[in-house]
């Protein structure tokens, strides 16, 4: 039988792995925005094919905000699917921190995508840093 103490101690220690496998360091510091952008794009297969978009219009299909902090960069990616020239049925964003030593950071997702069978939309994670808005 598993005791309440043992049960915590046993969640902490999931979580404390979660965390561990959520960051990524790099071989060397990061010193500008685009390198922190390849450089989660190497580490974080899912965002690898999201290409930046210099003058981003309300049917973009991809983005990639970068937001500057002391350290380094908070950086969003997007990707929308289904019917972009009317806004993008589903959106999908993934959230990271980049800091100048090259540690990389895997922050949250979310995404608000629609299930036809029942005619609504599913939203998983939460939105992070005011995207979406």
């Not at 043992?6 to 965390?19: E, H």
């Not at 970068?66 to 019917?83: H, L, R, S, T």
């Amino acid at each position: 039988m598993i005791t309440k103490t043992r049960f915590l101690i046993l969640a902490l220690l999931l979580l404390i792995q979660g965390c561990v496998f959520n960051f990524r360091q790099t071989s060397s510091p990061i010193l500008d925005a685009q390198s922190a952008i390849k450089a989660i794009q190497e580490n974080y297969s899912e965002v690898r094919n999201i290409e930046p978009v210099l003058t981003p219009t309300f049917n973009s299909t991809s983005l990639i905000k970068v937001i500057e902090k002391n350290e380094g960069w908070d950086i969003v990616f997007y990707q929308g699917e289904g019917d972009c020239p009317s806004g993008c049925i589903n959106s999908y964003f993934w959230y990271f921190s980049v800091d100048t030593d090259g540690t990389i950071k895997k922050i949250g997702e979310y995404s608000r995508v629609f299930y036809p069978k029942v005619n609504g939309y599913k939203e998983n994670g939460s939105p992070m840093w005011g995207f979406p808005k």
